[in-house]
């Protein structure tokens, strides 16, 4: 069973700094991309930033360039999103989530991040 256990969140003053973890689990997936979603209330999820293991690529929102760096540690099972320089507007619900080449899909629970101003 593919499990996500995402951690990390709290409340900031804008410019200040989190960094979320997603502890992995459960999988052995060759193809596969894993990485950050966020969502506020009434709005879309958002793909923040993920990991394409098939070309070993980070893509990033524009809204995170700059600011947000993905990370992982293999023998942690761990992925990590290093967000910098927060603004208010990156206050939302943030998930872990895992997408594999054959269409599956897995999320965390999300953990919150609040950013005031």
């Known amino acids: 069973e593919v499990q996500l256990q995402a951690s990390g969140g709290g409340l900031v003053q804008a410019g200040g700094s989190l960094r979320l973890s997603c502890v992995y689990s459960g999988f052995d997936f060759n193809d596969y991309a894993i990485g950050w979603f966020r969502q506020v209330p009434g709005k879309e999820r958002e793909r923040v930033s993920c990991f394409t293991r098939r070309d070993a690529g980070t893509y990033y929102a524009d809204s995170a360039k700059g600011r947000f760096t993905f990370s992982s540690d293999s023998a942690k099972n761990t992925v990590y999103l290093q967000m910098n320089s927060l603004i208010p507007d990156d206050t939302a619900v943030y998930y872990c989530?895992?997408?594999?080449?054959?269409?599956?899909?897995?999320w965390g629970q999300g953990t919150q991040v609040t950013v005031s101003s």
């Open positions: 989530n895992l997408q594999t080449s054959a269409g599956r899909e897995y």
